[in-house]
């Protein structure tokens, strides 16, 4: 028999029945278990669960006064459910937005859904920049601030294998969000420096060839700098 991935039994679940919450009859919802275990270390058994959110349940709003008598924590617990079963269990919340980052809802799909189209045609277009040699297209997509992060990094790699003198300055003057992104970008500049024989001057940051000893922009000094 084969093994259901995470996407088939995540589609499985958005298919079927929702099961209601023994104790409110409330639709639960779909939830992705985070990375962490629980209870015996073995881990979840499955990557998504149903969890009841309903604020006005009667076993999420009584798991806070039982917690509090009984533990002298602050804390609750939400019905959960495990996928094509009957067995209801709760999982421990410690406050009302609690779990709530992991909730799963046809919106979170079309999302899902919508950036991995974003990303397919991204790489795309890289695929056909590179053939082209269109420079001047990749700076644009890897600075540009409503494309993937996954296409953003790759043309900056891609910048750095066939960009040009011209592309550092659009480089470096750029802020990137992300670090991994920024890194991207730095190693695209100094792939592109290896590959003219070039340099940054230290005092002007004008381009000088590696080998120069005087800036021809400034005047200073740069050997050995």
Same mark, same amino acid.
């Given at each position: 028999?084969?093994?259901?991935?995470?996407?088939?039994?995540? *589609?499985?679940?958005? %298919?079927?029945?929702?099961?209601?919450?023994?104790?409110?009859?409330? *639709?639960?919802?779909?939830? #992705?278990?985070? +990375?962490?275990?629980?209870? +015996?270390?073995?881990?979840?058994?499955?990557?998504?669960? @149903?969890?009841?959110?309903?604020?006005?349940?009667?076993? @999420?709003?009584?798991?806070?006064?039982?917690?509090?008598?009984?533990?002298? !924590?602050?804390?609750?617990?939400?019905?959960?459910?495990?996928?094509?079963?009957?067995?209801? #269990? @709760?999982?421990?919340?410690?406050?009302?937005?609690?779990?709530?980052?992991?909730?799963?809802?046809?919106?979170?799909?079309?999302?899902? #859904?919508?950036?991995?189209?974003?990303?397919?045609?991204?790489?795309?277009?890289?695929?056909?920049?590179?053939?082209?040699? +269109?420079?001047?297209?990749?700076?644009?997509?890897?600075?540009?601030?409503?494309?993937?992060?996954?296409? =953003? !990094?790759? %043309? %900056? /790699?891609?910048?750095?294998?066939?960009?040009?003198? +011209?592309?550092?300055?659009?480089?470096?003057?750029? =802020?990137?969000?992300?670090?991994?992104?920024?890194?991207?970008?730095?190693?695209?500049?100094?792939?592109? !420096?290896?590959?003219?024989?070039?340099? *940054?001057?230290?005092?002007? %940051? /004008?381009?000088?060839?590696?080998?120069?000893?005087?800036?021809? !922009?400034?005047?200073? #000094?740069?050997?050995?700098?």
């Amino acid at each position: 028999m084969s093994m259901l991935t995470r996407q088939d039994i995540l *589609e499985k679940m958005m %298919a079927q029945e929702k099961p209601k919450c023994p104790h409110c009859q409330v *639709e639960m919802n779909i939830w #992705e278990v985070p +990375d962490f275990v629980m209870g +015996d270390g073995l881990g979840w058994g499955t990557p998504y669960l @149903y969890v009841c959110f309903n604020e006005d349940c009667s076993a @999420y709003k009584q798991g806070w006064n039982t917690i509090r008598d009984q533990y002298s !924590h602050n804390a609750s617990y939400r019905c959960m459910c495990y996928p094509d079963t009957k067995q209801f #269990e @709760y999982i421990p919340v410690f406050s009302p937005q609690g779990g709530t980052g992991q909730i799963v809802d046809k919106q979170v799909i079309e999302d899902q #859904e919508r950036l991995k189209e974003q990303i397919k045609q991204g790489f795309l277009v890289l695929a056909e920049c590179y053939t082209n040699k +269109d420079t001047n297209r990749l700076v644009l997509m890897v600075t540009d601030a409503n494309m993937p992060s996954r296409v =953003r !990094h790759k %043309a %900056a /790699e891609m910048l750095g294998d066939i960009g040009t003198l +011209d592309e550092l300055e659009p480089l470096r003057n750029h =802020r990137f969000p992300f670090e991994l992104l920024q890194k991207a970008a730095d190693d695209a500049v100094t792939k592109i !420096h290896e590959r003219f024989y070039t340099r *940054e001057c230290p005092f002007c %940051a /004008e381009i000088i060839k590696q080998r120069a000893q005087i800036c021809k !922009h400034c005047g200073k #000094e740069v050997a050995g700098q």
